[in-house]
């Protein structure tokens, strides 16, 4: 795919998903959030075992946990 034919990135959310999220209320945003947090760790978590197929899952959680304590990937 070149860069003509890809659509183009926004810069801002959609309004319709401004309304949502003013729906849900803060509760409801910091569900998302936490969700969205847990989808990443889980994400990064799979990703650290299949670069490191020796590993078990107290090493991998080890480096998940100083991943995200140092905040780089």
Do not use: F
């Not at 990135?9 to 849900?24: E, F, G, I, S, T």
């Amino acid at each position: 795919m070149n860069a003509s034919s890809e659509p183009p990135v926004a810069d801002a959310p959609h309004p319709l998903q401004v309304q949502a999220w003013r729906k849900m209320g803060a509760t409801g945003r910091s569900a998302l959030a936490a969700a969205l947090r847990r989808q990443a760790r889980g994400w990064k978590r799979s990703a650290l075992h299949a670069q490191h197929p020796g590993w078990n899952d107290a090493q991998v959680e080890r480096e998940l946990a100083r991943i995200y304590l140092r905040g780089n990937t």
